[in-house]
């Protein structure tokens, strides 16, 4: 069979202007947005932290949990936000070079995938409580095995990422990096069952977004 790509009419060799926002003086306002919520990111989940690991009473099944959360979004704060807060100062330009850029892909899937087995491990553990009221199901050791769990998941999903399962890149007018196929920076590419060739000899004429590859 052949497939069929379709491009967007866009020139794929130059780069697109940047959004209005990361041109001056709003790219320094987003910088300083970033500033303040990377403060208000590791303090707020820093003082957590702490109320649980201080007061032993607060360290229920369900607050370790939370604990864990807390953890990743400090640790956002504290190792994935600059890199978006720099990029935004600079006008969504990456200046911070190649390694920064995979060291920067690195800790969002990490800590995205690492937040997201927290919130599962969260609803199971709440839901298992509910169903079995008078019944300790899970315990605080099953509580710690799914907090390693949620580490373990998000650095074998982020090390992947890494190692060659997608392509890590900085699109430009954007302070994150992005997820995707090498070779194709802007725009999005489709794949479909080719129609008959008629079809396609009729339709080139009228537009120049189709081309077939064998």
């Known amino acids: 069979m052949e497939a069929l790509l379709r491009y967007p009419p866009v020139n794929m060799t130059t780069t697109p202007a940047p959004p209005e926002y990361m041109h001056p003086p709003?790219?320094?306002?987003?910088?300083?947005?970033?500033?303040?919520?990377?403060?208000?990111s590791v303090s707020g989940n820093l003082l957590v932290l702490l109320i649980i690991a201080r007061f032993r009473r607060m360290r229920t099944?369900?607050?370790?949990?939370?604990?864990n959360m807390s953890a990743i979004d400090l640790l956002t704060g504290a190792l994935a936000m600059p890199f978006s807060m720099v990029t935004a100062i600079h006008g969504g330009n990456w200046?911070?070079?190649?390694?920064?850029c995979q060291i920067n892909g690195f800790f969002v899937a990490l800590f995205i995938a690492s937040s997201i087995h927290t919130l599962m491990y969260l609803s199971i553990h709440k839901y298992v409580s509910i169903r079995n009221v008078f019944k300790h199901s899970i315990t605080t050791k099953h509580?710690?095995?799914?907090?390693i769990a949620t580490w373990i998941w998000g650095l074998l999903f982020a090390t992947g990422l890494v190692a060659g399962w997608t392509t890590i890149e900085h699109k430009h007018g954007a302070t994150q990096v992005?997820?995707?196929?090498?070779?194709?920076?802007?725009?999005?590419?489709?794949?479909?069952?080719?129609k008959p060739d008629r079809f396609l000899e009729r339709n080139d004429r009228k537009s120049s977004k189709f081309m077939i590859v064998r």
């Open 26 to 40: 709003f790219n320094y306002i987003l910088g300083a947005i970033f500033a303040f919520l990377i403060i208000f």
């Open 61 to 67: 099944r369900t607050n370790l949990l939370l604990a």
């Open 95 to 100: 200046k911070l070079g190649d390694t920064a």
């Open 143 to 147: 509580i710690i095995l799914m907090v």
């Open 178 to 194: 992005r997820y995707g196929m090498a070779g194709i920076r802007y725009g999005y590419f489709r794949v479909e069952m080719a």
